[in-house]
């Protein structure tokens, strides 16, 4: 083979990988393109946010239901969680705690009734609750966050029997 046909070979081969190459690369770029918004989409903890009770039910062993708010947020990689309520004697009530969602107690600021909390976090929308008193579960429960993220559902064993179980609606 002559010089000439060896430099246009040459010259063919380094436009076929330069024309691959920018293949490849349009391909990355394209693939990025798509995938940014699915990655940039997640949602944050559905849990996050403010909730009000809507509604509570309760059965003769448990303690009277009261007007409350839950606050969730995050701060680092704890959740912190501030509740207002109002007793159905008037008296208003403000507690705090904040949790890794990891099942190790943690202690609770502002409630009488209770001094730890153990947060195991099941799944993206389900937390399982134990709270105590003097090292004592005295209650346990579940919260669980609907579908569509609006309305949050806690159900709660106090270890007298009593059953309550509040549904809380999304708000802000």
Not at 54 to 68: D, F, L
Request: hydrophobic share 40%.
């Amino acid at each position: 083979m002559e010089r000439s046909a060896y430099i246009k070979l040459g010259r063919q081969r380094r436009a076929m990988i330069r024309s691959g190459a920018a293949v490849l690369v349009f391909s990355i770029g394209l693939g990025l393109c798509v995938l940014a918004p699915v990655v940039v989409a997640q949602p944050a903890d559905p849990r996050l946010g403010s909730w009000r009770l809507v509604e509570m039910t309760v059965n003769a062993n448990a303690q009277p239901a009261s007007n409350s708010t839950w606050i969730y947020s995050q701060e680092g990689s704890d959740l912190r969680v501030d509740v207002h309520s109002v007793t159905p004697t008037g008296r208003t009530q403000h507690w705090s705690y904040r949790t890794k969602r990891d099942g190790v107690g943690v202690r609770v600021r502002g409630n009488p009734a209770i001094d730890r909390v153990a947060v195991t976090r099941r799944s993206d929308r389900i937390d399982e609750i134990v709270y105590e008193k003097a090292g004592v579960a005295t209650t346990t429960g579940a919260s669980e966050i609907s579908t569509d993220g609006q309305t949050m559902t806690v159900t709660v064993r106090a270890s007298s029997g009593g059953v309550a179980v509040g549904v809380y609606k999304r708000f802000k």
